[in-house]
């Protein structure tokens, strides 16, 4: 247990929508990651926040969204959901802003889009 | 843009031999970060080891070591004494020194037979 949590585990829902994942990260890190894991696409690094704010971006589409709130917690939105958005969604957190520092992965979100 | 090339899709050794993952990468950083994330079947991402591009001397932790050739940007996984619970898919990651971007490689899917 990497002490990350995410909610839900699994999502099911339709093209067009919207859904909002939730991560907490573990006790006392102020960095929240968030990657997306597709067949296709591999693993790929989406957003950074780091104590609130946003610090990086990677391969983030303008339909997705991300903050993190005062208590740490992070949401991923993601609307107009497309077939291609199906994919496990991970956000790992570390201590603080170094590049080098462990982060710790949370289980997932498991999305699936019909 | 950095990428990261790891040539062997799947990888099979049998338990307590040695086997050795590849990993390349391509940046024109001079700071940068690599990485070992290893992904058993429940799907955990979990740091396997950590290289700093700075540092000549190799990774090691326990049963695992690297062999970072960085003028030829390489970037190798040994797993000695191969374990029954080392059977995942591994990846290889490249961090720029400023945390900016993450980069993971497509995986190489080990599985240690008894």
């Known amino acids: 247990d990497s002490g990350v949590t995410q909610t839900p585990k699994h999502l099911i829902t339709a093209t067009g929508q919207r859904v909002t994942l939730r991560c907490s990260p573990r006790?006392?890190?102020?960095?929240v990651y968030w990657y997306q894991q597709s067949l296709d696409q591999g693993l790929q690094f989406l957003i950074h926040?780091?104590?609130?704010?946003?610090?990086a971006k990677g391969n983030i589409l303008e339909r997705f969204s991300a903050q993190q709130f005062p208590d740490l917690h992070s949401e991923l939105n993601l609307s107009s959901l497309e077939l291609g958005d199906s994919a496990l969604y991970f956000c790992a957190s570390s201590g603080g802003l170094q590049a080098q520092e462990t982060q710790y992965f949370g289980p997932g979100t498991r999305l699936l889009v019909l | 843009a950095q990428t990261v090339t790891q040539s062997q899709p799947e990888m099979s050794v049998q338990e307590a031999e040695t086997v050795t993952l590849s990993c390349t990468y391509d940046t024109s950083e001079s700071n940068y970060y690599l990485f070992w994330y290893k992904q058993p079947p429940s799907r955990q991402m979990i740091l396997v080891i950590r290289q700093e591009a700075y540092k000549q001397q190799n990774a090691t932790e326990n049963r695992f070591s690297v062999n970072f050739q960085k003028a030829a940007k390489s970037f190798s996984l040994k797993i000695s004494d191969s374990q029954l619970g080392d059977t995942a898919m591994y990846f290889c990651a490249f961090m720029t020194g400023s945390g900016q971007n993450f980069v993971f490689g497509p995986g190489t899917r080990l599985s240690v037979l008894p």
């Open positions: 926040y780091y104590n609130g704010e946003e610090r």
């Open positions: 006790s006392g890190d102020l960095s």
